[in-house]
């Protein structure tokens, strides 16, 4: 079984719903293999289970996300 593809993750972005002009928390990964970055509507990462899969929007191939190391703000440095 090949391993799988990670993205890292980067940063919360609040952002406004344009339909209803509400504040949507987004988490912005990095996808390792393509160099993109993608943002996840935060309130669909927390009703995924531990196995339930995560596809990259780029390739569909299925990803881990990696979230930050306690204390760190975000994986990757400036």
Partial sequence: MSELA???FVADVTV???DTQA???VAIYK???SG???GVD???LMLLAEDDPVFSPFNEQQLILVEPKEGEECVLQR
């Fill in 42 to 44: 935060c309130s669909y």
């Fill in 23 to 25: 504040p949507v928390d």
């Fill in 6 to 8: 990670k993205a890292h």
């Fill in 36 to 38: 993109a970055m993608f």
């Fill in 31 to 33: 996808d390792q293999q």
């Fill in 16 to 18: 406004t719903d344009p």
